[in-house]
């Protein structure tokens, strides 16, 4: 679901006017440690963090199956839902730096049109994401300098966006029966 979602943001952002040749690569870390790298790329989408949304956790350990096929449940772990971290730069070497800031006001442009994508706005939609939200991060320069002495490189124009609602769940069905009576035994 991770590389799914990914892979939506970067062929919208690649429909959307970045129309370098590959338009988007995937980590700016392997670029920064490669002095060699091709640096001619628009915009770099890198993963930079994981989290769980815990507030959308459902707290149920089951699923109750269709009406009439009997007092069996199926047991189950909740979903996670995951909010993923992305970093867009821009490095555009030998380009100038204007050429940069334009990529990245491009970036942040593109997000503030389509800000959800779903089956009914995004052409082709993988059917277990039912939706993306997306949201930019505001760091603060100790924030930025942490992250960029992290990649291992210096800084580039970059924006970082929050990615809401990716969800992973998979069920392995166990049944087990429905508790209809609770026995208690007292003993004076």
Request: aromatic share 8%; with cysteine.
């Amino acid at each position: 679901m991770i590389q799914q979602a990914i892979d939506i943001i970067c062929k919208a952002l690649a429909k959307g006017g970045f129309e370098t040749t590959p338009p988007i690569a995937r980590n700016i870390a392997e670029l920064i440690a490669d002095p060699g790298a091709d640096n001619t790329q628009a915009v770099i989408v890198s993963l930079i963090n994981i989290e769980e949304n815990r507030v959308s956790r459902d707290p149920r350990n089951y699923l109750r199956p269709a009406p009439g096929s009997g007092n069996s449940v199926i047991l189950k772990n909740p979903a996670v839902h995951l909010n993923l971290t992305l970093l867009f730069t821009s490095v555009r070497s030998g380009q100038g730096y204007e050429n940069a800031l334009m990529d990245i006001q491009k970036v942040i442009g593109f997000f503030q049109q389509k800000m959800v994508f779903d089956a009914s706005n995004t052409d082709p939609f993988p059917a277990p994401i039912e939706k993306l939200i997306v949201e930019m991060l505001s760091l603060n320069l100790e924030q930025l300098h942490q992250l960029w002495s992290m990649l291992g490189g210096k800084y580039y124009p970059s924006v970082a966006y929050k990615v809401r609602m990716v969800t992973i769940d998979s069920i392995k069905p166990e049944t087990g029966e429905v508790i209809t009576e609770i026995e208690t035994k007292y003993y004076v």
